[in-house]
Structure formats: structure tokens, C-alpha cells
């Protein structure tokens, strides 16, 4: 299936702030899923993460893409695009390589099934739109 979502993230500082898309996520109160993580707070520049959520606890990142020096993280809506194949993850942006080439791929076959979500952490505040899921 493929998540889409228009994302804008409009404040956050630091180096814990951002949001992501989570997907085959299960058990709420002890949540077990897969992230697609827009981390502007991650490492020296920000990052892009695929990571793994174990009995509530964010797992190492088994997926990671840098951006350019100077990409605009802030104050921009970005069509976000996470398709989910199998034990095949990748994740396209509006505003790289023109939407039509995914900027992250992974894999994992732990989760094979549950819901999408969206979330934000740290000093992030984050609006949501156009959420749409299909099947691939």
C-alpha cells in the first residue's frame, strides 16, 4: 500500500524535533511499528529515518538519508509518499527528485500488518493534510 500525506513542519529547535508516518503499527499502549521519520534534529544536518518502534522503545535507525546543506526543513509543505511492499519500504518528497524517485529505501519483515499514524516529537509542531492510503 502507499501512505500520502502533506506535511508542513512549522516550528521546532533543537535536537529532538520532527515528525513522522508510522505504518503496520500495533498495540497502541505498547506500540510495535515502522517510521518514516523527518528529522531535521537528527546528526549534524538532520536526516530522513526508517526506524523501528519494539514494545514502545525507537529502535536504531535501519534506514538513513542525508540531505543537502541548505535544504529548507521548515515552513514548506512537503508531499510526503512512504510505500510499503512486502518486507520493502522507500520514501519519496515533493521537493526531491521531483517526487517521482524515492530519497530513502529499506527493508524489515518484522511487522506484517497493522495501521498508519502520524506523530511529532521533541519542540515540533507540525500540520497535517490530504492524508490518503491505497492500495499499491
Request: glycine letters at 14%; a negative charge; proline letters at 4%.
Amino acid at each position: 500500500y502507499t501512505v500520502e500525506v502533506d506535511a508542513d513542519l512549522m516550528r521546532g529547535s533543537g535536537n529532538a524535533y520532527g515528525y513522522g508516518v508510522y505504518f503496520r503499527a500495533r498495540d497502541y499502549d505498547n506500540l510495535n511499528a515502522y517510521i518514516f521519520q523527518y528529522d531535521p534534529g537528527y546528526g549534524s544536518s538532520g536526516a530522513l529515518l526508517f526506524r523501528k518502534i519494539v514494545n514502545g522503545s525507537e529502535q536504531a535507525p535501519f534506514g538513513m538519508a542525508d540531505l543537502p546543506a541548505g535544504y529548507v526543513w521548515k515552513d514548506q509543505v512537503k508531499h510526503i509518499t512512504v510505500t510499503v511492499s512486502g518486507s520493502s519500504f522507500a520514501a519519496y518528497l515533493s521537493d526531491m527528485n521531483g517526487g517521482a524517485a524515492p530519497v530513502l529505501e529499506a527493508s524489515d519483515s518484522s511487522y506484517s500488518r497493522g495501521a498508519i499514524g502520524l506523530g511529532t516529537w521533541g519542540s515540533a509542531q507540525a500540520g497535517f493534510d490530504n492524508i490518503k492510503v491505497s492500495p499499491k
